[in-house]
């Protein structure tokens, strides 16, 4: 089992910044890859971006390619996300997520582990 807890969310205007973190705990050496999700009210659960836990390669959505940074520190078992010219379409409820096996980072059924998610909110 591996558990999830996010951290790091919260208000912030158009053009801000925010940090999310995500430490991850219990049989953390069975992760493959780590991710961020977004999920706005009344929508589906939307893939953000993907590392890869051993060769740290990352992967992002077309919508925050250039705007957000997604890393992880291999020692402290924590991913993090870093959040720069935010939108008020970047709204949403953040879920980290940990899968443990290789496949599609964007497939949201291949990751078998999620946290409670944390709100970002941004004002126009």
């Known amino acids: 089992q591996v558990q999830l807890v996010e951290s790091g969310g919260g208000l912030v205007q158009a053009g801000g910044s925010l940090r999310l973190a995500c430490a991850a705990s219990g049989s953390t050496y069975f992760v493959y890859s780590m991710a961020w999700y977004r999920q706005a009210p009344g929508k589906e659960r939307d893939f953000v971006a993907a590392i890869g836990w051993s060769d740290g390669r990352t992967y992002y959505s077309d919508s925050v390619k250039g705007r957000f940074t997604i890393s992880r520190d291999n020692a402290q078992n924590t991913v993090y996300l870093q959040m720069n010219s935010l939108k008020p379409e970047d709204t949403a409820v953040y879920y980290c997520?940990?899968?443990?096996?290789?496949?599609?980072?964007?497939?949201?059924?291949?990751?078998?582990?999620w946290g409670q998610g944390t709100q970002v909110t941004v004002s126009s």
């Open positions: 997520a940990a899968k443990t096996h290789s496949g599609t980072y964007d497939y949201t059924g291949a990751y078998g582990y």
